[in-house]
């Protein structure tokens, strides 16, 4: 119960219990087995959205809601890091160039576009998906942003010399956890698979997802070596964005 409230508490700004924990940086690194859940949580709460106001609501306003919302309940935090992240990499030369532009509290051009691309492109997603696979796609879609941050973490170094964000995670996160976590991120996509029509086809969707960040990763350990925290935060929200893609994609060709 401690991992799930650890979880929730640092994925969302959402609490459960006024109780405050003595955390060390193993709490933090085995609440990430509960990342998966968290993201199940949030997805509910989209569907809960569109439910709601696609009641009295044009679907192109309840879309717009929707990213709103999701904002809201994760307070930017992975869309701070891929803005951070794109700033690295676009501007710095070296390993030492990207993580200070990375450590950077400013902003700079390439992330503001960076970020206008990725909601754009979101938000166009999910306003075309088909309406029998929307609510699939709202806790799919976090789902599986959290599962590949333990995937990052169980695989990588930590990039920076000093302490931050996402050390805990990459020095205590190991196999065992990302094994637990898809384990849960497999039946959570079993069950959607199941009452959808994705069927088998979403395990191939996983699977590409999965293949798509080793990928990544490996981009991202060329460059500098490793992760940060904000590398996490932008291959969750990448991969949010593949899996709209990809579910957009098997509709197309399958019919």
């Known amino acids: 119960m401690k991992d799930f409230i650890v979880a929730l508490q640092f994925l969302t700004r959402f609490t459960v219990s006024s109780k405050r924990f003595e955390l060390t940086k193993e709490d933090l690194a085995n609440s990430m087995i509960c990342f998966p859940v968290i993201g199940m949580f949030i997805g509910c709460c989209l569907v809960l959205v569109n439910t709601a106001l696609s009641l009295f609501l044009p679907s192109l306003v309840v879309d717009s809601f929707i990213i709103m919302s999701l904002i809201f309940i994760t307070k930017g935090l992975h869309l701070d890091g891929f803005s951070d992240t794109i700033d690295g990499f676009a501007a710095g030369k070296t390993k030492e160039e990207i993580l200070e532009i990375m450590s950077d509290s400013h902003i700079g051009a390439i992330g503001v576009i960076g970020i206008f691309s990725l909601l754009i492109l979101k938000f166009s997603l999910l306003h075309e998906m088909p309406v029998e696979t929307k609510n699939i796609a709202l806790i799919l879609m976090p789902v599986l942003g959290r599962w590949v941050m333990v995937m990052a973490a169980s695989s990588s170094d930590y990039a920076k010399e000093t302490e931050g964000l996402g050390k805990p995670f990459t020095d205590y996160v190991g196999l065992k956890e990302f094994g637990f976590a898809t384990i849960i991120t ?23 997802v999965y293949l798509a960040n080793l990928y990544l990763l490996r981009i991202i350990k060329k460059r500098i070596g490793g992760i940060t925290g904000d590398i996490l935060g932008a291959l969750c929200e990448i991969t949010e964005v593949l899996v709209l893609l990809l579910i957009m994609v098997i509709f197309l060709v399958t019919g």
Request: aromatic share 18%.
């Open 186 to 208: 497999v039946l959570i996509g079993w069950v959607l698979f199941s009452f959808g029509q994705l069927s088998y086809k979403g395990i191939i969707l996983i699977l590409i």
